[in-house]
């Protein structure tokens, strides 16, 4: 167990643009990091450079306190799993998982021993006489933490692990991933592009955008306070509503709209006049597609309401958009960063 | 009620070529024509040879059963050529799956150049074997060999006394298992890159990762996901090495005595230069039965669908 440092990390491939810009980051000691960004922010790119797959450009990686840079990956005590899975297809599950310790120079007995404990510990004892192609989804995940796990590794590196099972198996999964890493306590470095997913296992969030690390903080410093309008639109559900006020960008919530027909003035909201485009009941909960007039011309917002909300506005009626002065955030027109409200 | 007119619109030409029971064959029918005409045929008649007494001097033959094969066999030059076969072939397929392999690696390898590289590689294969072979007779002529200058520039032999390549047996042996193996490896080289290709390379990082060093990852990853295709690469290299003719007939007529003779070139010169058509067809009908097996594991192979 150890932390994981990056300090200054570029990366370029030859393009005009750095696939990793200048990133500084830590994963405390048993801490759970997620790197959350959309598809080409340079997330993997850091986490294959924190594995000892690629070499970075410039600034150094750090794992317990010690410089890594010069180490290949199999003397970095990592341990990666990959989208892929990566189970050697001509291999039973036992000798996949068995194949790190076998790379140790574990006798037989020491890796039938690791063996059993890991495969024991994520429930596939049965599946050990099997090959990959023979495992569900679900299996394979669990055949790849496994052969991941006997390493003992001091860092757990995990590449959009549930991206490739099912939805109704997502939300399963990611109990029992989150379950397993705090027993083992071992500091894990998870990659995603599902905000759900990062929201749900995080400990602390990290957002990259464009190469360049745009926030990190706790899930709810990133919901609830985005450092900027890029966090605000990308994690979120729908996402954060952007309109353009006094020269500034303001943002709220999807959720903490009211909507009521002829609002008075208050002091401890603001009010937004709008017409309601359309009404979509999705079970739990309304969404409500509202059309509000700013300082760009007509802007679309959409609106959460939970379903035993009684709804007095229909599609094409006047509404207004009632917000509380404590769920308003301010950004800069210009540069989209966080100012003060 | 709308059946009869689609019943009425299937007799049209261009609706009957939709139909694939009857495209398929028109598509198919001059491969058809081609292997029936081109190769069925005179597998045939190589069957029908070998049991008469066939000459190219006599228009009619009689069968005389197994008569052929009895004196075919007591020939001492068609032993030599049978062993010179097999082992031409093992040891040339040998040397050219170890050399394809590291071909292998440096064509998918991406770096500078590498389209020279391969069209280098690629070369031997695209020319005419007959050409080539040509080239090769005078690479190893034995006054004007650059072989032998180089060799001389270097003290390795004394440049009054060149080296006889194609006269000595050894050396003859040598140079004719060379040129197979030369002229089969870029097919080779090209299959296992397409092979190697096909690995997932997450497979090799994650072995990285696992702590697998370069041959670890080459012996227990890399080289049982490739056997499949190289499986593939052996059986070509098989038939062409072992059905031989223009490599050993060009460079050595199967000399120095019959020390280079092999099937294929013996069929020819006993058939064809020697007129005795049943005893030429005999002596190819001994290279069927391993053609035979080859086909059989090539079918089966791509019958199986590996999946990963």
């Known amino acids: 167990m150890a ?41 993997t790119t850091l986490l294959r450079m924190i594995a000892g797959l690629e070499h970075p450009t410039d600034g150094d990686i750090l794992i317990g306190g010690r410089s890594v840079r010069g180490l290949p990956p199999r003397a970095r005590k990592i341990a990666m799993v990959f989208q892929s899975y990566a ?29 059993r404990w890991a495969s024991g510990l994520l429930g596939i004892d049965h599946l050990l006489q099997r090959k990959p192609r023979q495992l569900s989804g679900g299996e394979r995940q669990r055949v ?47 990659v995603t592009h599902d905000q759900v997913e990062a929201m749900g296992l995080g400990d602390r969030i990290a957002v990259l955008n ?20 890029f966090v605000a639109t990308f994690v979120g559900s729908p996402p954060m509503n952007l309109l353009e006020r006094d020269g500034k960008i303001i943002g709220f919530r999807p959720e903490n709209i009211e909507l009521e027909k002829n609002a008075a003035a208050r002091d401890d909201a603001s009010i937004f006049r709008s017409q309601v485009l359309r009404v979509e009941n999705l079970g739990a909960d309304r969404y409500v597609y509202l059309r509000v007039k700013d300082e760009k011309g007509d802007t679309n917002v959409i609106a959460k309401l939970p379903i035993d909300h009684p709804l007095r506005v229909a599609a094409d009626d006047d509404a207004d958009m009632v917000v509380r002065k404590r769920h308003l955030r301010a950004f800069d027109r210009s540069t989209g960063e966080k100012t003060a409200a | 009620m709308r059946r009869t007119v689609i019943v ?56 005389v ?19 010179n076969t097999v082992v031409f072939t093992v040891i040339a397929q040998l040397v050219v799956i170890v050399l394809a392999t590291i071909l292998g690696f440096v064509l998918s390898a991406d770096f500078r150049g590498r ?3 391969r069209f280098l590689v690629l070369l031997p294969w695209t020319t005419p074997i007959a050409l080539s072979a040509l080239a090769w007779l005078w690479m190893l002529d034995s006054l004007f060999s650059p072989f032998n200058w180089i060799l001389g520039q270097f003290h390795v032999v004394d440049v009054g006394t060149p080296v006889a390549w194609l006269g000595q047996d050894n050396l003859a042996v040598t140079s004719v298992v060379a040129l197979n193996a030369w002229r089969t490896l870029p097919l080779a080289a090209v299959i296992l890159m397409a092979g190697l290709t096909s690995i997932p390379p997450e497979l090799n990082e994650q072995a990285e990762v696992d702590g697998a060093g370069f041959w670890r990852r080459f012996f227990d990853i890399t080289l049982p996901l490739l056997a499949p295709i190289m499986m593939v690469a052996i059986l070509f290299g098989i038939v062409a090495t072992f059905t031989d003719m223009a490599a050993v007939y060009i460079l050595t007529r199967g000399g ?53």
């Open chain 1, 3 to 43: 932390e994981v440092e990056v300090r200054d990390i570029r990366k370029t491939f030859g393009g005009p643009s750095a696939a990793v810009d200048g990133i500084s980051l830590t994963c405390g000691d048993g801490e759970y990091l997620v790197l959350l960004g959309p598809s080409g922010c340079g997330k």
């Open chain 2, 256 to 308: 120095p005595g019959e020390s280079t003779q092999v099937l294929g070139s013996w069929s020819f010169i006993t058939g064809i230069q020697g007129g005795s058509l049943a005893q030429g067809a005999a002596i190819g009908i001994f290279m069927f039965p391993v053609l035979l097996g080859v086909c059989i594991l090539m079918l089966r192979r791509a019958s199986r669908v590996d999946v990963v």
């Open chain 2, 8 to 63: 009425d619109e299937t007799v049209r030409v261009h609706h009957l070529l939709d139909r694939e029971e009857v495209l398929g064959p028109l598509m198919l029918s001059p491969l058809m024509i081609y292997l029936v005409a081109l190769i069925g045929l005179p597998l045939v008649l190589v069957f029908v040879y070998a049991f008469s007494d066939a000459t190219t001097g006599a228009e009619g033959f009689s069968f």
């Open chain 1, 87 to 115: 189970l050697y297809p001509h291999k039973k599950v036992e000798q996949n998982i068995s194949f790190p310790l076998e790379a140790q120079g574990l006798s037989r007995e020491e890796r039938a021993e690791k063996v």
């Open chain 2, 115 to 117: 389209w020279f590289v």
């Open chain 1, 144 to 190: 790849a933490l496994a052969r991941a796990l006997v390493r003992e590794p001091q860092v757990f590196l995990l590449d959009e692990p549930l991206s490739n099972l099912d939805a109704k198996l997502r939300a399963s999964a990611r109990l029992e991933l989150k379950q397993f890493q705090q027993r083992l306590g071992v500091s894990t470095i998870y």
């Open chain 2, 65 to 83: 059963g197994l008569q052929t094969f009895q004196k075919t066999l007591d020939d001492p030059v068609f032993r030599v050529a049978l062993r």
């Open chain 1, 210 to 229: 464009f190469g360049r690390l745009q926030q990190v903080g706790t899930p709810e410093e990133i919901y609830h306070h985005p450092a900027n309008t």
